[in-house]
């Protein structure tokens, strides 16, 4: 059964530094790994999709990795602003099933 | 921007009473999602379609929950008699197709249960 693990469970950080979230997954046997943000009370927005053959992804300020055969994704947000606080959710995909960690939850401070 | 809806946004309802919940997927999306988030977990796979057949329903506990999808693009998810355990966040999510690929999630329905 695929295991998701986010660390940390949660971050603080003041503005304008750079920081990494990490996702880990037990089985590499994935079609790809996607990284959500949820506001408090909301749905999930998509930030990055990573396919399994793909190494990286870059959006703006983030960055996502991918490392499939050590089972590990990183997430990495430059100069955080205040507006990135949110929960930071990934989650593989296989056949058709997303699988979702817990959560990183992030507070970036003025 | 094509957006996921769901409706109710939030629903207070007493244990042993029915509850549904209705999501519009985005047009075109033949792939449809229920999820459940309990606080401060990631969501969970309830049920998914592709158009109006289940695809899997493997984590639906089908003694009091129930989906449907009759004409391929609106579901409703029901609950029957609702439990206190209930209480979570009920997300819906679409994809163009069943290949790997990104799904887009509506707001949720925020379903308490007292």
């Known amino acids: 059964k695929q295991e998701v693990t986010q660390i940390p469970a949660a971050l603080s950080v003041p503005e304008g530094e750079n920081l990494v979230l990490n996702c880990s997954f037990t089985?590499?046997?994935?079609?790809?790994l996607q990284w959500f943000r949820q506001d408090p009370g909301k749905g999930l927005t998509s930030l990055l999709l990573?396919?399994?053959?793909?190494r990286e992804q870059t959006s703006g300020r983030l960055n996502a990795s991918l490392d499939k055969s050590s089972g590990r994704s990183t997430l990495y947000i430059a100069a955080s602003q205040p507006g990135d606080s949110a929960t930071y959710l990934c989650a593989v995909r296989r056949f058709q099933k997303l699988v979702f960690g817990t959560g990183t939850r992030l507070l970036v401070s003025p | 921007e094509a957006e996921v809806a769901q409706s109710p946004r939030y629903k207070i309802t007493e244990k042993s009473q029915a509850v549904a919940f209705w999501c519009d997927p985005i047009s075109g999306h033949a792939t449809l999602y229920w999820y459940r988030q309990i606080l401060g977990q990631g969501p969970e796979l309830l049920v998914q379609f592709q158009d109006e057949s289940v695809v899997d329903d493997s984590q639906l506990p089908k003694d009091r929950f129930s989906a449907e999808r009759l004409k391929g693009v609106d579901s409703t998810l029901k609950i029957q008699p609702a439990e206190l355990g209930d209480s979570a966040m009920y997300l819906c999510?679409?994809?163009?197709?069943?290949?790997?690929?990104?799904?887009?999630f509506g707001p949720g329905t925020r379903l308490t249960v007292t």
């Open positions: 089985d590499s046997a994935i079609y790809n």
């Open positions: 999510a679409s994809s163009l197709t069943l290949s790997p690929g990104e799904q887009y």
């Open positions: 990573i396919q399994s053959s793909q």
